[in-house]
């Protein structure tokens, strides 16, 4: 079975800090990894996805994550956080291994920024 | 980008009643889905559909029912509430029956049973 885990349940960095978030995931095939965001009492908004090709992949507001496969992992950077970057962010993991190719989510991390 | 709507935002309810949360999105996607989650916690999925009148039950047990007479509208419905029923519940869908693609979440329904 497909599962994820995000070993930081909270981090706390200052404001203009470097970030990475940690994301490891188990999948018998290719994965399908994404990163999304949830601000409070919001839904959750994708900030980037790696299907297939370039192993870094870019997204929104600045982030970016590596997929390594030999460490089974899809760690999310930002060279410099903003106050508006607090929020949960979630890693997810999906393809169509799964019969409901619906997505097995980590716990969160729930990304504190201090001034 | 989808665009998903979910509604009521916030519901509060009494324990034994019948509720239904809508969910509607305007892009004409084939797939749909339904994710509970627990304060705190990671989403589980509950229901999917491929399409219309395709409904099926996902990873995590639920109470509740779906139904997909229209592409755009994906209603989850709780014939009778309980506290244990008590969560947001997210509305996804993606684009396309066949292959997987992203999924774009609505706002999502928090749900407390009294």
């Known amino acids: 079975a497909q599962s994820v885990t995000q070993p930081d349940i909270h981090i706390t960095v200052s404001e203009g800090a470097s970030l990475e978030l940690r994301c490891n995931y188990s999948y018998g095939a290719t994965p399908y990894l994404f990163w999304y965001v949830q601000s409070p009492g919001q839904g959750l908004q994708l900030l980037l996805k790696y299907f297939s090709g370039d192993t870094l992949v870019q997204g929104i507001k600045g982030f970016e994550a590596e997929f390594k496969r030999s460490q089974s992992s899809f760690n999310l950077r930002k060279p410099s956080v903003h106050w508006s970057d607090a929020a949960e962010y979630f890693c997810?993991?999906?393809?169509?291994?799964?019969?409901?190719?619906?997505?097995?989510f980590g716990k969160g991390t729930h990304l504190i920024i201090q001034p | 980008e989808a665009d998903i709507y979910q509604t009521p935002r916030y519901l509060v309810i009494g324990t034994g009643k019948k509720i239904t949360l809508e969910c509607s999105q305007t892009m004409g996607h084939d797939k749909m889905y339904w994710y509970q989650q627990d304060p705190g916690m990671e989403l589980h999925l509950i229901h999917y559909?491929?399409?219309?009148?395709?409904?099926e039950k996902g990873d995590l047990s639920s109470e509740s029912t779906v139904s997909r007479i229209r592409t755009e509208h994906f209603p989850l419905t709780l014939e009778s509430a309980r506290p244990s029923h008590t969560s947001q519940y997210l509305c996804a869908s993606s684009a396309h029956r066949w292959g997987f693609y992203e999924q774009y979440f609505g706002p999502g329904t928090r749900l407390t049973v009294t």
């Open positions: 559909s491929y399409g219309v009148n395709s409904t």
């Open positions: 997810a993991v999906g393809g169509a291994g799964g019969g409901a190719d619906g997505l097995t």
